[in-house]
């Protein structure tokens, strides 16, 4: 069976609240060939404060010298990382204690893999669970990916040596990763899902109702940024709407 070395790359800025549990939930993983890498983006609480009193050897911590973003957060990790593949966790998420096992498990049934992704439960800001999963397929193809984003950032692991061809954009107003796993799914013809709601995602208290409008204008601008044609972009912003009002109806 194939064991690769694993690198974490996690982000942070401002989770003083969360931070402890995102990363005691990498740290508890039942599989344990990994690194974290947490990129503390200059932040103005306890945050920089908490992750120097993490003690795991597995732990490197890495100081942006002034507050860059998640883009170039997520892209420093990755240069300094160690590991064959990569994933992605967000410093207000957290992971089920299976989830790189499973997607591991899953990594060894396939001939070629680069891409995998999970299913994702959901919190609220306080860490109450809420009855919403998302589901993922099996598989899922560049031209099914465009009508709704089921690869969360945070449940993915991806190839070392596909990912550094595909920086996060540091653009404002798109979803900068959407557009990543766009890129790579016109090099590969599948991402791989396991669907298991192994990514834990905490919604911000203004996700749900009033930022709909702006997460469209961000997928749309995503559409143009990946190149997308425009007849296409208009059919899956379609998709994406009905989809995505199905999906927070059941957020509430």
């Known amino acids: ?16 609240r969360y931070i402890r549990e995102a990363v005691d939930s990498v740290v508890s993983q039942t599989y344990e060939n990994w690194e974290l890498l947490i990129i503390e983006d200059c932040s103005s609480d306890s945050t920089a404060e908490i992750i120097n009193t993490f003690s795991d050897p597995r732990i490197r911590i890495l100081q942006n010298e002034r507050n860059r973003g998640t ?30 096992e499973k997607q591991v498990r899953r990594m060894n049934e396939i001939t070629d893999p680069v891409l995998l992704f999970t299913g994702s439960a959901f919190m609220n800001d306080e860490g109450k669970m809420l009855d919403y999963v998302m589901e993922v397929p099996e598989t899922i193809t560049y031209e099914e990916l465009l009508k ?16 550094r061809r595909y920086s996060f954009p ?23 899902g396991v669907n298991e709601p192994l990514l834990i ?20 601008n995503t559409y143009r940024y990946a190149g997308v044609p425009l007849l296409t972009s208009i ?18």
């Not at 059919?235 to 509430?252: D, P, Q």
């Open 201 to 220: 995602y905490r919604l911000a208290r203004n996700s749900k109702s009033s930022n709909k409008w702006k997460a469209a204008r961000m997928n749309w």
């Open 235 to 252: 059919r899956s912003m379609a998709s994406y709407t009905l989809r995505g009002l199905k999906k927070y109806s059941r957020l509430k």
């Open 1 to 16: 069976m194939f064991n690769p070395f694993i690198s974490v790359i996690m982000p942070v800025f401002n989770v003083e």
């Open 71 to 100: 883009s170039y957060s997520r892209m420093k990790g990755i240069s300094e990382s160690k590991g064959e593949w990569i994933a992605f966790l967000d410093g207000d998420d957290k992971w089920d204690h299976t989830k790189l």
């Open 170 to 192: 540091d653009i404002h107003m798109i979803h900068e990763d959407f557009a990543v796993w766009l890129g790579i799914l016109k090099e590969v013809k599948y991402a791989y």
């Open 148 to 163: 709704q984003n089921l690869i969360s950032c945070s449940s993915v692991l991806v190839k070392k040596d596909v990912i």
